[in-house]
T-cell receptor, first 113, second 114 residues
């Protein structure tokens, strides 16, 4: 079945550091890929998405590129802020069938001032 | 205006009780979902409904029964609560079933079974 694997957390960085959170997936067909973010005490919010190979999703300084050849969708940001501290989830959605979201295990990110 | 709302936000109850969690969305979406997030933050889909019809039922125990009285509401009823049911439950909605649609999540209901 479909699955998503994220890098183990937690990740702790200093403000203005470069961020990469790795995400790889296993899927049949052509899934859509997502990054969701969960701030403390809140529900998940869509951060960015890509629906086909080589698409780049971007939002709030975050970027991720859909790489079919490496089955990856790594999240990057050039200069993180304290307000980026949250849990980040990589997810995929089936292109066929019931099209449910399958999530990775989440990566907790803490940014220190 | 809250797009997806859930009540209650916190629910503490004893084993064996029956409880319900309510979810409402004001986005005009056709599809709604229930997810369970365990203590390690792992999120897994439980159910999805499209136009009040059950689409996904992910091998959830029969003690869990979703009810969709209309497209804007998807409630979750849990019978005979067990310790392992303690988790955060999230409701979500999307404009359609197609995989590219964004899902909008509610704030979650933290259920604690003692």
């Amino acid at each position: 079945g479909n699955s998503v694997t994220q890098m183990e957390g937690p990740v702790t960085l200093s403000e203005e550091a470069f961020l990469t959170i790795n995400c790889t997936y296993t899927a049949t067909g052509y899934p859509s890929l997502f990054w969701y973010v969960q701030y403390p005490g809140e529900g998940l919010q869509l951060l960015l998405k890509a629906t086909k190979a080589d698409d780049k999703g971007s939002n709030k300084g975050f970027e991720a590129t859909y790489r079919k050849e490496t089955t990856s969708f790594h999240l990057e940001k050039g200069s993180v802020q304290v307000s980026d501290s949250a849990v980040y989830f990589c997810a995929l959605s089936d292109s066929m069938g019931a099209q449910k979201l399958v999530f990775g295990q989440g990566t907790r990110l803490t940014i220190n001032p | 205006d809250t797009a997806v709302s859930q009540t209650p936000k916190y629910l503490v109850t004893q084993m064996g009780n029956d409880k319900s969690i309510k979810c409402e969305q004001n986005l005009g979406h056709d599809t709604m979902y229930w997810y369970k997030q365990d203590s390690k933050k792992f999120l897994k889909i439980m159910f999805s409904y499209n136009n009040k019809e059950l689409i996904i039922n992910e091998t959830v125990p029969n003690r869990f029964s979703p009810k969709s009285p209309d497209k804007a509401h998807l409630n979750l009823h849990i019978n005979s609560l067990e310790l392992g049911d303690s988790a955060v439950y999230f409701c979500a909605s999307s404009a359609g079933l197609a995989g590219a649609y964004e899902q909008y999540f509610g704030p979650g209901t933290r259920l604690t079974v003692t």
